[in-house]
């Protein structure tokens, strides 16, 4: 049988058409169902059936940005941030995706640690959308990371009116009241937080023993020990209860609870001090002096060990000695009330840099090198560009290499899975 030129198009057009038509009927799906199952395959970590979700998608000019949001969840899920971040620019020129779309970048742009250019996106997001949740709560934990501390209290708030059954970010603004030494408020704070927590939880336990040491902040001694009862028994909380005991002259409780926290940590400093003053007590210095010494070979910049192993050494007349731990101690003082002053300063301010790097280097003086390291990065996530925060960061890994993943997101923030429900369609 022969076919003529017009017959052989006519197939060709008919066997064309039938091409396109055959995953529409494969799938029988219209295309937000088809968008809603992409996500779901997103979900469920199968890029395979997201990416064809994506594909078909793609062949509809509507839903273009719709297949962008797709492959964009899918680079992300296999590790590809700097690719998923120019797939999520392509759906944020449609008004039913460019909230996810500007929510997503922002949320990888944090966890690349580039802060300036998260909180820009967040806030674009919170302008179209003021209740989004997941936004709020980035925003707060990128304010946190770069020490804007009022600006995270602030938008923790938010998160708290909206979420009002939620426990972290009532938790998270306890945290940062003690961490600024605001006791009164951080109490407060706690007892809420505890009162929200899941029951029986560690992380209920944790939040009573971080209760319990602001407590002991404030002198409330008893308190203190009815609220540390619920934090477990690990070492730091056996320590701060014999604190407690030892302020209500209950020595001998103390002490025990001191030696038994020791057990587990021999290094534990708040235990080690109440062990040395039990060990005063019974005239027994040298044993006090002992567990000082071992103390500070884990902990050489607490002010406390220092200050405390000078009046042991003067005890006993060891005068010299005991001069050259308090000019230690005097040197130590300077420095932390150097970082504290600073730190004051930036709590209401998110753009200074300069003062970041200041506290870093301070902070690496102390020999709290964790604290330095996040100075550094939250100085560099603000000003990319700025090469005196790039080059200080470059000389501290050197001499301070990682030991984690930097990367990964804090474990104290308020963020939940960067994919969220919300409907784009």
């Not at 992409?38 to 062949?59: E, I, P």
């Not at 969840?73 to 392509?90: C, D, I, K, P, T």
């Not at 002991?216 to 730091?236: H, N, T």
Request: aromatic content about 6%; proline content about 4%.
């Amino acid at each position: 049988m022969k076919f003529t030129a017009k017959k052989r198009l006519l197939l060709l057009a008919s066997v064309a058409s039938l091409a396109l038509l055959i995953p529409l009927l494969r799938t029988r799906q219209s295309p937000a169902d088809l968008y809603r199952s992409g996500r779901a395959a997103v979900l469920k970590a199968d890029w395979k059936s997201a990416t064809a979700a994506a594909d078909q998608l793609q062949s509809l000019p509507a839903w273009k940005a719709h297949a962008g949001l797709l492959r964009g969840f899918v680079a992300r899920g296999r590790g590809q941030l700097r690719e998923a971040l120019l797939l999520f620019s392509a759906a944020n020129h449609n008004p039913k995706t460019r909230t996810e779309a500007y929510f997503q970048a922002g949320s990888i742009c944090y966890q690349l640690q580039q802060y300036s250019q998260a909180t820009l996106l967040l806030r674009q997001v919170l302008e179209w959308q003021p209740d989004h949740p997941d936004a709020l709560r980035l925003l707060a934990a990128s304010w946190y990371d770069i020490g804007a501390m009022e600006k995270a209290i602030q938008t923790l708030r938010e998160v708290s009116r909206i979420a009002p059954a939620d426990y972290r970010p009532i938790y998270m603004q306890a945290t940062i009241l003690r961490d600024f030494e605001r006791f009164e408020d951080a109490a407060l704070a706690f007892v809420e937080a505890a009162e929200k927590a899941p029951a029986n939880s560690t992380v209920a336990r944790e939040i009573h023993a971080e209760w319990g040491d602001c407590l002991i902040q404030l002198r409330r001694w008893e308190q203190a020990l009815a609220v540390l009862q619920k934090a477990g028994d690990w070492p730091d909380v056996l320590a701060l209860r014999a604190q407690a005991m030892f302020s209500l002259r209950r020595f001998d409780e103390a002490s025990a609870l001191a030696n038994q926290a020791l057990t587990h940590d021999p290094t534990q400093p708040d235990a080690a001090l109440v062990a040395a003053a039990a060990s005063e007590r019974r005239n027994q210095i040298d044993n006090g002096l002992q567990l000082l010494n071992r103390c500070l070979q884990k902990h050489p910049f607490d002010l406390r060990l220092h200050n405390r192993t000078a009046e042991l050494l003067a005890a006993v007349n060891r005068t010299a000695e005991a001069e050259q731990f308090r000019r230690q101690a005097a040197e130590i003082a300077r420095l932390r009330a150097q970082l504290s002053s600073t730190q004051q300063e930036l709590v209401r301010d998110s753009s200074n840099v300069e003062k970041r790097l200041e506290i870093a280097a301070v902070a690496e003086q102390l020999g709290e090198l964790k604290t330095a390291e996040q100075w550094l990065r939250a100085a560099v996530g603000m000003a990319p560009e700025l090469p005196a925060a790039n080059a200080a960061l470059q000389q501290f890994l050197q001499k301070h290499p990682p030991t984690t993943d930097n990367n990964a997101t804090p474990g104290n923030t308020v963020t939940n899975s960067p994919v969220t429900n919300a409907t784009e369609f």
